[in-house]
């Protein structure tokens, strides 16, 4: 597999990836008329597809990047993908407490690419 695709396509994956997780665990908050055993059954199918692009995400970026730089690229992914679900989906708004909080979580991430101190 050529080096480009070693970098970008786990990134690739794990936004597909979070997309899936994100309707998994809060796209049920819109639905408030059905029993919880239904919503966990049906939030589990939809993770199992989450699984199907996270697992090969991680496998193939390993071969570019440290775990520690997958889970923190992850993190930043779900909060991305999850900022723009709550908004679009939810009808939530993104307050000011919220992004400092998003961009404290991504200067984490920062450090955690940029190696020794």
Same mark, same amino acid.
């Given at each position: 597999?050529?080096?480009?695709?070693?970098?970008?396509?786990?990134?690739?994956?794990?936004?597909?990836?979070?997309?899936?997780? =994100?309707? #998994?665990?809060?796209?049920?908050?819109? /639905?408030?008329?059905?029993?919880?055993? %239904?919503? &966990?059954?049906?939030?589990? *199918?939809?993770?199992?597809?989450?699984?199907?692009?996270?697992?090969?995400?991680?496998?193939?970026?390993?071969?570019?990047?440290?775990?520690?730089?997958?889970?923190?690229?992850?993190?930043?992914? =779900?909060? #991305?993908?999850?900022?723009?679900?709550? /908004?679009?989906?939810?009808?939530?708004? %993104?307050? &000011?407490?919220?992004?400092? *909080?998003?961009?404290?979580?991504?200067?984490?991430?920062?450090?955690?690419?940029?190696?020794?101190?």
């Amino acid at each position: 597999m050529p080096a480009i695709w070693t970098a970008v396509l786990p990134v690739l994956l794990l936004v597909a990836s979070n997309v899936f997780m =994100t309707f #998994a665990w809060y796209g049920h908050l819109k /639905v408030e008329h059905r029993p919880l055993w %239904i919503i &966990v059954l049906v939030s589990w *199918g939809i993770a199992f597809f989450e699984y199907w692009l996270a697992v090969p995400a991680n496998r193939i970026g390993r071969l570019t990047y440290e775990p520690a730089e997958l889970k923190a690229m992850q993190e930043v992914i =779900t909060l #991305a993908v999850f900022a723009v679900f709550s /908004v679009a989906y939810l009808g939530e708004k %993104i307050t &000011v407490n919220h992004a400092v *909080g998003f961009v404290l979580i991504a200067a984490g991430a920062f450090f955690v690419f940029k190696g020794p101190l």
